[in-house]
């Protein structure tokens, strides 16, 4: 099986953000930057899929459209142990989707890739749609949000959560599908691991991404909340709070 | 004058209170509002939808629309979008609204101006806002597409009533079968609200000490009545104690509820991103100290097994 796995570098989840004197993006200085947790699932479930194809299984190979430090996190998937990396290398990730979605496309279009995975969102852009953009380019089926996973051949049977239930939808193969926590449990990269993906072969391949239709014109904090007040110790002060919250938030 | 098209989602031939939200944010954009929604035939409450600011309301009938099927809506919808001149296409940033709108964006060659918490229209320009890095920043975007295709975030858009009715509409549509197929929906348990709908929010953390413990958080979700869920951070969906589909934060759900109760979780940056827009947050924590209190509107300090179960009694009492 041919798997490809779509992943984006981002900044850690315990960042506090800066803003730039651009006033439009993040100030990057001391930011520590890793692989989006849900991209994480999906490297995860490619190598599992590929282990249990046996001796040749297949190949995972990862893609990762940023700035050149993205190899970083290429060669975090590389030590997991995946295959093979290609950094889309363009020097600002593109504001719009769409643009991201389309270079993606376009490097994918020629793989005969059995499967394609993508995180289901990234945790900087929460913008949950690149993967559905790119199978609709590709002219694939697309699964999103998937959190359990079975494939026998060529047809495919994913979970996804809605609100309150859970949609079990069938597809056949080759498809795209996003991935959501609680699909598995991904792997820490062992030392061998990480010894044996600074051989594994990265091709860094300069992308053109246009300005797209989505132009960001500003990036500001959040208005903060207003400071709040300590009620009072213990269940004592329970009156009092149901008494705030029915007459100052009236919210119940 | 500007036209919106606002897409409506039913679930077992009713339309869904958030497609209510849909409707009032693409009337906020001015203009004129469709609403279309695929079903089998006619769905339940959308002639209701006129009320929030429809002026007609298509229902696309096709067999195929019998549960979601994302690649006949999406087609469905793309086509209908073409054919309207609209200058702009709604969804909401729900479980469904998500994966659709990509899918039919992708279809009008443009991408989606995601999980919006406000829009305007100046001149010519659609502006939107959008919380960034899990709420910690909030980034404002020109969408300049034609037309503009915006997913709302739950909870933020308050439907707002006028007194209106829409016209109705109901047009058969020929779709092309699709390949992904919803072979089924498995419905959890009766009564249960997911954290991304519901008006009240009640989210344990550590300090729940063990999974049987959230009892207690349950107890007093379900004096609400049905209106509140009950969230956990990430520390206890982590150790297996909760579902994912629980999660509140940064790598699970940021919700906008009413009310947001945080109870036995300190505050860490990543939880505080996914509940900070909540309208109003009561933190119950034994350490005074905790984060949780910084963003809190009320906090009680103290052992959260007296404080919780007493504060059930009281909204029992109100709800009696």
């Not at chain 2, 379900?222 to 969230?231: E, H």
Request: proline residues 5%; neutral net charge.
């Amino acid at each position: 099986m041919k798997i490809a796995v779509c992943i984006k570098r981002v900044p850690d989840s315990e960042t506090r953000v800066k803003i730039a004197s651009d006033g439009k993006s993040l100030d990057e200085s001391g930011v520590k930057f890793v692989m989006n947790p849900y991209d994480e699932f999906a490297v995860e479930e490619a190598l599992r899929r590929k282990e249990k194809a046996g001796s040749g299984g297949g190949e995972v190979a990862i893609l990762c459209l940023g700035p050149a430090a993205g190899q970083e996190t290429i060669r975090t998937a590389l030590a997991m142990g995946a295959d093979r990396g290609i950094l889309l290398q363009v020097d600002k990730i593109p504001a719009d989707p769409f643009e991201t979605a389309r270079i993606i496309a376009a490097e994918l279009k020629s793989g005969s890739w059995d499967l394609i995975l993508f995180g289901r969102m990234a945790i900087d852009g929460y913008n949950h749609q690149v993967g559905a953009l790119t199978a609709e380019l590709l002219g694939l089926p697309c699964v999103t949000a998937v959190s359990h996973l079975e494939i026998e051949g060529t047809k495919g049977v994913a979970e996804r959560e809605i609100e309150g239930a859970i949609e079990v939808v069938e597809f056949p193969l080759p498809a795209v599908l996003t991935v959501d926590k609680g699909l598995n449990e991904p792997r820490y990269p062992a030392l061998k691991g990480i010894m044996a993906a600074k051989k594994k072969p990265l091709d860094v391949k300069p992308a053109h991404a246009s300005a797209g239709t989505l132009e960001v014109l500003t990036l500001s904090p959040p208005p903060d909340r207003k400071e709040g007040k300590i009620v009072g110790e213990g269940a004592g002060a329970v009156g009092e709070l149901v008494r705030l919250l029915r007459e100052e938030a009236k919210v119940l | 004058m500007s036209l919106a098209l606002a897409v409506l989602e039913q679930r077992d031939g009713v339309v869904r209170k958030i497609s209510h939200e849909v409707v009032t944010g693409a009337q906020r954009l001015g203009g004129s509002v469709e609403a279309v929604v695929c079903a089998t035939g006619p769905v339940q409450g959308a002639d209701q939808v006129g009320k929030f600011g429809a002026d007609k309301i298509i229902t696309l009938t096709n067999p195929a629309f019998a549960k979601y099927a994302p690649e006949e809506c999406a087609q469905a919808i793309a086509e209908r979008a073409k054919q309207g001149g609209y200058r702009v296409v709604v969804f909401a940033a729900s479980a469904t609204g998500r994966d659709l709108a990509p899918r039919v964006a992708a279809k009008l060659g443009v991408g989606v101006a995601a999980d919006i918490t406000d829009c305007a229209v100046a001149g010519d320009a659609i502006t939107v806002t959008r919380p960034v890095y899990a709420g910690k920043a909030l980034l404002k975007v020109k969408v300049a597409s034609q037309p503009a295709v915006l997913s709302l975030r739950p909870n933020v858009f308050t439907p707002v009533e006028r007194p209106k009715a829409g016209t109705p509409e109901i047009v058969a549509v020929n779709v092309a079968p699709g390949r992904v197929v919803v072979r089924e929906i498995k419905a959890a348990p009766a009564g249960t609200l997911d954290v991304a709908e519901a008006q009240i929010i009640i989210s344990g953390g550590r300090g729940l000490k063990e999974p049987a413990n959230f009892k207690v958080l349950e107890e007093l979700a379900k004096a609400f009545g049905g209106k509140a869920a009950v969230g956990a951070s990430r520390a206890v969906v982590d150790a297996g104690w909760r579902a994912h589909a629980d999660q509140v934060g940064q790598t699970g759900k940021t919700v906008s509820p009413s009310l947001y109760i945080a109870v036995g979780i300190s505050g860490a940056i990543q939880h505080l991103a996914g509940m900070r827009t909540s309208k109003v947050i009561v933190a119950i924590n034994k350490d005074k100290d905790a984060p949780i209190f910084k963003v809190a509107d009320y906090g009680v300090v103290g052992d959260l097994f007296e404080i919780v179960p007493r504060l059930t009694e009281e909204i029992r009492k109100l709800h009696g």
